[in-house]
């Protein structure tokens, strides 16, 4: 087979090019569908089995600080997850995924399915996540599950957000942390919108 390959080089034959296997999220999951205020959006890996990232998304070494490795739990309660229970917390009605990031990280491209709520006005607007306005701040008797994410392990913004909205009273054991944020997501060839 080396001499065949050796000798259609010297040839100048193209050899075929390596079939594509498919992309899978999971064994059995190859996609994921997701509602979104502008209707359904199939998230699925990027099927081009010699894709790389590039660009900034491919960048591993910031200055600290102020870009520093945040820890798996950013808050006593808060429970870390992965991208298959982010992708279930989506498919969720009663869960909600948001994007901590400012809002021109948002409209650059984000996970399908998350809303933009950004750090700095988290503990503002936790009537938007099930708790009810009070004349002292909020009352969360019924807050819904809340995922949060932000740029990747490096970036701050997601973690300030959970520790904040938790002391404006949002309950810990109802707030789940996507540590790995856009960066993990993206490396993995996931489904982003607004590229």
Known sequence: MRLFVFLAG??????????????????????????????????????DNANEVTGEWARSSRPCPPFCIQPMIPAPGVTPIGELELLEMLTDPEAIVVDSRTPDWFAGGSIPGAVN?????APDRLDELGCEIDFEGFVCDEARPVALFCNGLWCGQSP??????????YPAEKIFYYRGGM?????????????
């Open 117 to 121: 709520i950004p750090y700095t006005q």
């Open 160 to 169: 300030s957000a959970i520790r904040r909205m938790i002391a404006a009273g």
């Open 10 to 47: 010297l040839a100048g034959l193209a050899l075929p090019a390596a079939a594509q296997e498919p992309v899978n999220i999971a064994p059995d999951l190859p996609s994921v569908t997701v509602e979104t205020p502008e209707g359904p959006v199939t998230i699925e890996r990027e099927q």
């Open 183 to 195: 960066q993990n997501w993206r490396m993995l060839g996931l489904s982003v919108t607004g590229d």
